[in-house]
Nanobody
Framework: QVQLVESGGGLVQPGGSLRLSCAASGFTFSRYTMRWYRQAPGKERELVAAISTAGGTTNYADYVKSQFTIARDNIKNTVNLHMNNLKPEDTAVYYC????????WGQGTQVTVSS
């Protein structure tokens, strides 16, 4: 059974940091490109960051390049998103996805940036 389980979301003040984690199971994790998307209320889902199968290549949306870092561990089958200097506009549900022969999505984790 394929599972992507996100954790680490929550309420944080502007300027704060969070680390989102995604635990994968049920498929060959190391063969999949991993991505984080987000969807804010009333907005379309957007790609935030991506990391290649071996972790050697990362890509970020322009608006998070200096704030967020994506990393993966192919032994633990996890992918993390480190988010720094969070802003209210970063408030969204964040989704972990696996892209490969099939595409898999997690259930999402809520991140709220507010004072």
């Amino acid at each position: 059974q394929v599972q992507l389980v996100e954790s680490g979301g929550g309420l944080v003040q502007p300027g704060g940091s969070l680390r989102l984690s995604c635990a994968a199971s049920g498929f060959t994790f190391s063969r999949y490109t991993m991505r984080w998307y987000r969807q804010a209320p009333g907005k379309e889902r957007e790609l935030v960051a991506a990391i290649s199968t071996a972790g050697g290549t990362t890509n970020y949306a322009d608006y998070v390049k200096s704030q967020f870092t994506i990393a993966r561990d192919n032994i633990k089958n996890t992918v993390n998103l480190h988010m720094n200097n969070l802003k209210p506009e970063d408030t969204a549900v964040y989704y972990c996805t696996a892209a490969g022969y099939y595409d898999y999505w997690g259930q999402g984790t809520q991140v709220t940036v507010s004072s």
